[in-house]
Structure formats: structure tokens, C-alpha cells
């Protein structure tokens, strides 16, 4: 079955500096890969989305990237401010069958002052 | 802004109880969702509609059941409560596979 692979342990960077979160998948090659925010005791937000014959999209300060020979995105925040502290999920789309779509367990991010 | 809105953001029920929540979307989404969030376990997809009238089962749909009687809104239904659903239950609508779920803020269930 399809997995997803995020680091569960807490990212702590300095304001201003780039986050990097990393997501890995197994198996089947996704159709679409997506990143949201969510904070504490709320609902994710979408982020991005980017779809297998991509490489890179950004938005804003938001960067994702897409290796499907590394079976890995990446995710970056450039110039990071302490309002970007929360945990980032990484989710796929991919067809097994049917359309399935897993989420990983996220990584949280603290933007230290 | 379009909206994914819950009924309840807290609830506190009685292991045996019938427990409805309650989603509503105006975006005129087709594709709505209930998810379930527990630490460590990431999001897991309970059940999902495509369609008015119209459910299909997600990973993890025992003892759930949903209603879809019109587009915009989608009722999660637990049968009888048991202390293992205790969990935050997320729902969520979208607008076909190009496109990111829209959450709604959660409801946090607790299962005495």
C-alpha cells in the first residue's frame, strides 16, 4: 500500500532563514501531491499543489519541488517569520483501482524570533 | 471566502449515544469528505460523497454512517458512540482532483 513518510520531529529555525520539509512516498507514482498548514485545534489549509509532470511550483515565499525518481517533494518557506510556526502536511492523489488520496502526519515547524 | 463550516467545535457524549455532526459548504463543491485526525495516525478518510444521495466507504467507515439529501451539506452519523471514536473529525469539500480540499475548523469529539 501506498505510504507517506514525513520527519515527525519538530523543525526549529531562525526568522529569516529557508524551512525545508521533506515528504517521501512509496509505491505508486502520485497524480497529485499537496501541502497544507494546520494549526493547533484547527482545520489544515491548502498550500500548493503540484502534479506529477511538474518539478517546481512556488507561490509567494512557497516553494515545492517534485522528484518522482527520489519518490520526494520537498517543501520550502523562504525568508520565514514566526507567523509560519505550524505543522505542515504533506498529502497525495494517486490511483490504485480507484483515486486514493493519504495524508501524511505532518511536520511542525517553529520560526524562532 | 468560501467556507467548509461545522456544526459544533466541541462535543462531550455518552458511550451508546447517536451523534450527528454537521457540515455545510457554499462553495457548490461536488466532492465532500469526513476525515478523522488522532496524533501519530495523520488524517484518515472516513467517508465521501461525489454526488447528492450518493456515499462511498473511505478507509475506516465502521460503526460511521453519512447522509448527503442536498449538495451542500453532509451529515457524519455516529451510530452508537464508543470511547475509541474520541477523535477530531474533520469534513471537507473540493472541486474535482485539480484542486486542494477545503477543511472545515473540526469538531473535537469526546466519548465518555
Known amino acids: 500500500s501506498q505510504k507517506i513518510e514525513q520527519n515527525s520531529e519538530a523543525l526549529n529555525i531562525q526568522e529569516g532563514k529557508t524551512a525545508t520539509l521533506t515528504c517521501n512516498y512509496t509505491?505508486?507514482?502520485?497524480?497529485?501531491l499537496q501541502w497544507y498548514r494546520q494549526d493547533p485545534g484547527r482545520g489544515p489549509v491548502f498550500l500548493l499543489l503540484?502534479?506529477?509532470?511538474?518539478k517546481e511550483k512556488r507561490k509567494e515565499r512557497l516553494k515545492v519541488t517534485f522528484d518522482t525518481t527520489l519518490k520526494q517533494s520537498l517543501f520550502h518557506i523562504t525568508a520565514s517569520q514566526p507567523a509560519d510556526s505550524a505543522t505542515y502536511l504533506c498529502a497525495l492523489e494517486y490511483t490504485s483501482g480507484t483515486y486514493k488520496y493519504i495524508f501524511g502526519t505532518g511536520t511542525r515547524l517553529k520560526v524562532l524570533a | 471566502d468560501v467556507k467548509v463550516t461545522q456544526s459544533s467545535r466541541y462535543l462531550v457524549k455518552r458511550t451508546g449515544e447517536k451523534v450527528f455532526l454537521e457540515c455545510v459548504q457554499d462553495?457548490?463543491?461536488?466532492?465532500m469528505f469526513w476525515y478523522r485526525q488522532d496524533p501519530g495516525l495523520g488524517l484518515r478518510l472516513i467517508y465521501f460523497?461525489?454526488?447528492?444521495?450518493?456515499?462511498e466507504k473511505g478507509d475506516i467507515p465502521e460503526g460511521y454512517s453519512v447522509s448527503r439529501e442536498k449538495k451542500e451539506r453532509f451529515s457524519l452519523i455516529l451510530e452508537s458512540a464508543s470511547t475509541n471514536q474520541t477523535s477530531m473529525y474533520l469534513c471537507?469539500?473540493?472541486?474535482?482532483?485539480?484542486?486542494?480540499?477545503?477543511f472545515g475548523s473540526g469538531t473535537r469529539l469526546t466519548v465518555v
Open positions: 509505491n505508486y507514482s502520485p497524480a497529485y
Open positions: 471537507a469539500s473540493r472541486d474535482g482532483t485539480d484542486y486542494g480540499y477545503t
Open positions: 462553495m457548490d463543491h461536488e466532492n
Open positions: 503540484i502534479r506529477e509532470n511538474e
Open positions: 460523497s461525489y454526488d447528492v444521495k450518493m456515499k
